[in-house]
């Protein structure tokens, strides 16, 4: 027999297995596809942008790791990208930052236009990919001191208010383009690293200068703002001025889409808990999946409990046209092109484990207070053959089955990432 119908057979055989619990597995496949994940751009060089200036990475993100082929420009991190794209099924988005503009010569962040972002919003047309973006408060000697929208010194703050701005206008450009809304999240890193003598008066000013990047109305057809909020970083370990309750509050005061990053709680916090909560009150939700390891590490996303229970509380809860899902890692210790593909491929697996669940079944055992059955059920759902229609659906999507993506990923390192042996930036 020949993999194709083996795979083939198995997945007749799933099928039936799904059938006889009440699951129609065609029927997941049909939503799983409809499904596109918000891929971030940072995982592919180490969050460093293409700015010409040489300021480090910083207000608390942190890459470790020095595996070759780090891309250094937009065209290398365009191929690798597409490299990644062919090998995950489906679909799916690509979520850039404000730093990955094309610039010639040094153009400063309230300066930046839509021009710095043609190259990428042609490539997104003719790949057919849609964009996100996000306006970069980091990694720039006006946010060295720890503060940008919220600092003291009005100056600094007006310069980060032009940025916010300046990206809510590429981010409609780029969504009137692509035809569906551009999802806009501005993550802001400001904080103290010892506790602070007033709490309140920087959350006072953030508010004030989001609401004035805020001003302008901007259709929703284009554009989606979103706001992250964190519970410390390295430098801010006592206070961040954007924490959990300021931006639920602020997403709810202006309807706005919240952005829940999962390693941005305690370490035993979790956000899969946290989404049929505040989707009661804010009109959308946008997820960071990432994965701590005992901090906000940006860890590859992996099978793990809390991705599957994310996903799972997404379709129980009938949420997949209010949840956008993007991805935040970045991890320097290994294939980055793979790190992508890994983790892109984990969260769709989970939520294809998700979408074969018999949801119905459950809630009604759990309806009925027959906890006995749910528990029985839920664990007994482990052992079905998720693994055969995950790999009918990668057959399908015309995408390698199995670790034989893996094969793909090395060639490309011997091809073309060895050759970048200059880490400098090559523009
Ligand atoms: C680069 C990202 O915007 C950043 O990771 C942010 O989303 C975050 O999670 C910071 O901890
Ligand atoms: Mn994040």
Redesign the pocket.
């Known amino acids: 027999m020949t993999k194709v119908e083996q795979i083939e057979k198995a997945f007749a055989l799933a099928k039936e297995r799904y059938a006889s619990i009440g699951v129609d597995v065609d029927r997941a496949i049909q939503s799983l596809r409809q499904v596109a994940i918000s891929v971030h751009c940072?995982q592919g060089d180490d969050?460093a942008g293409f700015e010409a200036t040489d300021v480090a990475l910083g207000s608390?993100?942190a890459v470790t790791g020095n595996y070759p082929g780090r891309a250094r420009n937009a065209d290398e991190l365009r191929s690798d990208l597409q490299l990644a794209y062919s090998l995950i099924p489906g679909r799916h988005r690509l979520n850039l930052?404000a730093l990955y503009g094309e610039f010639s010569g040094q153009v400063d962040r309230d300066e930046i236009d839509v021009t710095h972002f043609q190259g990428w919003i042609d490539w997104a047309r003719s790949e057919e990919v849609k964009l996100d973006f996000?306006p970069s408060y980091f990694s720039h000697e006006k946010a060295d001191d720890g503060f940008t929208l919220s600092h003291s010194d009005s100056g600094v703050r007006q310069f980060w208010i032009d940025h916010g701005i300046a990206c809510r206008k590429i981010a409609a450009a780029m969504g009137g383009a692509q035809g569906t809304p551009c999802v806009n999240?501005f993550?802001v890193p400001d904080g103290y690293k010892d506790s602070p003598a007033c709490r309140k008066a920087p959350r006072e000013r953030l508010a004030a200068s989001l609401d004035e990047i805020f001003d302008e109305v901007i259709d929703t057809d284009k554009l989606l703002d979103a706001v992250?909020c964190?519970l410390f970083?390295i430098g801010s370990e006592s206070y961040v001025v954007g924490s959990h309750e300021f931006y639920l509050g602020y997403a709810i005061s202006r309807n706005k889409t919240l952005c829940l990053?999962a390693?941005?709680f305690h370490p035993t916090e979790v956000i899969s808990d946290k989404i049929s909560s505040v989707l009661m009150y804010v009109p959308e939700l946008l997820l960071?999946v990432?994965r701590g390891v005992r901090w906000?590490s940006?860890h590859v996303v992996t099978f793990s409990d809390e991705l599957q229970a994310i996903m799972q509380e997404i379709v129980r809860g009938q949420y997949l046209d209010r949840v956008h899902i993007g991805l935040?890692f970045f991890d320097a210790s290994i294939n980055r092109v793979a790190a992508w593909v890994i983790g892109t491929r984990n969260a769709l697996k989970a939520l294809l484990a998700a979408l074969l669940e018999p949801t119905e079944t459950l809630q009604r055992a759990e309806r009925e207070g027959d906890y006995t059955t749910r528990l029985a059920l839920m664990e007994e759902q482990k052992m079905m053959p998720l693994g055969a229609v995950w790999d009918q659906f990668c057959l399908m999507s015309d995408v390698p089955v199995g670790a034989d993506w893996l094969q793909n990923v090395r060639q490309y390192e011997s091809d073309v990432l060895s050759q970048r042996n200059d880490q400098s930036a090559v523009v």
């Open positions: 940072w969050v608390g993100l930052h996000n999240n993550w992250e964190k970083g990053d390693g941005h960071h990432s906000d940006d935040d």
